[in-house]
């Protein structure tokens, strides 16, 4: 079992930035990807961002890419998401969660954290 918890978040203004990260301990060994996903109000959850830890390769929705940024500390085990540019539809919790594929569908992620609110005024 992994456990992923996130920090960062909070308020923020349109066009601004925010940094979030996730730090993930327990059965690590097992983890390949580490993702980010967020739920909107009223929304259903969605993907954001993805990395891999193999390869550092990552996948971005079409909604982010360009803005937001996922990377990670090999050393701490720890993925940041760096959104810039924010905009007031960026306003969600936001979740990390550990995967074993590359992929945008959350069925390819196990195991998942309480999430963290990030809300961006204009």
């Known amino acids: 079992q992994v456990h992923v918890v996130e920090s960062g978040g909070g308020l923020g203004q349109a066009g601004g930035s925010a940094r979030l990260s996730c730090a993930a301990s327990?059965?690590?060994?097992?983890?390949?990807?580490m993702g980010w996903f967020r739920r909107a109000p009223g929304k259903e959850r969605e993907f954001v961002a993805a990395i891999r830890w193999r390869d550092d390769g990552t996948l971005y929705s079409e909604s982010v890419k360009g803005r937001f940024t996922i990377s990670r500390d090999n050393v701490q085990t720890t993925t940041h998401l760096q959104m810039d540019s924010l905009k007031p539809e960026d306003t969600a919790v936001y979740y990390c969660?550990?995967?074993?594929?590359?992929?945008?569908?959350?069925?390819?992620?196990?195991?998942w954290g309480q999430g963290t609110q990030v809300t961006v005024s204009s």
């Open positions: 969660a550990a995967g074993r594929a590359l992929a945008y569908g959350d069925s390819w992620y196990d195991s």
């Open positions: 327990g059965r690590i060994q097992s983890t390949i990807v």
